[in-house]
C-alpha cells in the first residue's frame, strides 16, 4: 500500500499522511495512533486482519509524528508544568486533533467512519464522537481513558522507561523506542523485538521530532476530564484494555466503559500497552463485529 498525503485537511489546513487498506466500498475504520507514535504502530498485518473481515482502513500520522505537519514554531511546550496543571504552554488540545481527523474524512470523501483509537488515539476517537457525533458510526476506544486523572495513570515503571535525556542520534532514538516498547508491552505474549526495532528505524526515517511529541503530550493534559460528556455518545460502543496495562492503567478503561452507555468492555489478560501479534484476530473480529452492528443499525445501513 502506498503512502498518500492530504493537503489543506481540516480547519488548521494541515498536510495529513495516511495509507488505505482495502476495498473503498466497504465500510471505513479510521485508526487514530496515540502520543508519540506514527501510523506504523497499526501494523500492516493488523490492517490485514481487519479488511479481510469486510472493512476499508485508514491509518494515518497525528499531527507533529512522522510525515504529517509539524509545529516547529508553535510555543516550546512544557510537559512538566502541564502535569501540574498549567497547561499554558499548549498549542492545541485534542479537538483539534479531532478535527484532523474528520478533515482527513472529509479529503476522502468519506461522510462517516467507524472510529478506532488506542491511547491518546482512544481520546481522540472519544473526541470525534463527542463533537463530530455524525461523523463517528461506532466508536472503539482501545488502553485509553477519560480524561479523569484519578483513573488510568501510568505505573512507575512505565514513568521510568519515559524518563531521562532526550535520545538525538539514530541508534539512540531506536534503541530507546525498542527499551520502552519492551517496558509498555504485554507480560503475557512474547515480545517481537525484531519487529519493534524495525518499526523504531522507520519511524526515526520518517521523522524524528521530541518536541512535537511534547505538544502532544501537553494537548492531552490540556483537553480535560470527558467523564461527563461521554454519557452522551450515542453510537455503538467497544471499549478494550490490558489487565497489565503499566501506561494506562485498566481503571481507565472501565471508567470509559462506565461513562458510555451501552458500551461494550473486554479486558485481555496479560496485554500491555501494545497489540500483542497473538491477539490480532480475536481484536479484529471484536472491531468488525462492533462495525456490523452499527452498520446494520444505520438509517443508511
Given at each position: 500500500m502506498n503512502e498518500q498525503k492530504a493537503s489543506g485537511v481540516g480547519p488548521s489546513g494541515i498536510e495529513v499522511a495516511y495509507e488505505r487498506f482495502g476495498d473503498p466500498r466497504d465500510p471505513a475504520v479510521l485508526l487514530i495512533m496515540g502520543l508519540a507514535v506514527q501510523m506504523l504502530g497499526w501494523p500492516e498485518g493488523f490492517c490485514t486482519e481487519l479488511t479481510s473481515?469486510?472493512?476499508?482502513?485508514?491509518?494515518?500520522?497525528?499531527?507533529?509524528?512522522?510525515?504529517?505537519?509539524?509545529?516547529?514554531?508553535?510555543?516550546?511546550?512544557?510537559v512538566r508544568a502541564a502535569v501540574a496543571g498549567d497547561?499554558?504552554?499548549?498549542?492545541?488540545?485534542?479537538?483539534?486533533?479531532?478535527?484532523?481527523?474528520?478533515?482527513?474524512?472529509?479529503?476522502?470523501?468519506?461522510?462517516?467512519?467507524?472510529?478506532?483509537?488506542?491511547?491518546?488515539?482512544?481520546?481522540?476517537?472519544?473526541?470525534?464522537?463527542?463533537?463530530?457525533?455524525?461523523?463517528?458510526?461506532?466508536l472503539t476506544s482501545m488502553m485509553s481513558s477519560t480524561g479523569d486523572p484519578r483513573v488510568g495513570q501510568p505505573k512507575p515503571e512505565a514513568l521510568g522507561a519515559l524518563a531521562g535525556p532526550v535520545a538525538t542520534e539514530r541508534d539512540d532514538v531506536v534503541e530507546r523506542m525498542v527499551r520502552t516498547v519492551r517496558v509498555l508491552g504485554s507480560p503475557g505474549f512474547p515480545f517481537d523485538e525484531a519487529a519493534a526495532r524495525d518499526r523504531a528505524r522507520r519511524s526515526y526515517d520518517r521523522g524524528y521530532d521530541p518536541l512535537g511529541i511534547a505538544r502532544q503530550a501537553v494537548a492531552s493534559l490540556a483537553s480535560g476530564d470527558r467523564t461527563v460528556r461521554l454519557a452522551s455518545v450515542d453510537v455503538p460502543t467497544l471499549v478494550i484494555h490490558g489487565s497489565d496495562d503499566p501506561m494506562c492503567d485498566v481503571s481507565g478503561g472501565r471508567a470509559t466503559a462506565e461513562a458510555v452507555p451501552g458500551a461494550k468492555s473486554v479486558t485481555f489478560e496479560g496485554m500491555g500497552h501494545d497489540l500483542p501479534r497473538a491477539l490480532w484476530p480475536e481484536i479484529a473480529t471484536l472491531i468488525t463485529d462492533l462495525v456490523g452492528r452499527a452498520e446494520a443499525s444505520s438509517p443508511t445501513g
Open positions: 473481515r469486510g472493512v476499508q482502513v485508514i491509518r494515518f500520522d497525528n499531527r507533529d509524528v512522522g510525515r504529517s505537519t509539524h509545529f516547529p514554531d508553535a510555543p516550546v511546550p512544557d497547561v499554558s504552554s499548549a498549542s492545541y488540545t485534542l479537538s483539534d486533533m479531532a478535527a484532523d481527523s474528520v478533515g482527513l474524512l472529509d479529503a476522502l470523501g468519506i461522510d462517516g467512519a467507524h472510529v478506532v483509537g488506542m491511547s491518546m488515539g482512544g481520546a481522540i476517537a472519544q473526541t470525534i464522537a463527542l463533537e463530530h457525533p455524525r461523523r463517528a458510526r461506532s
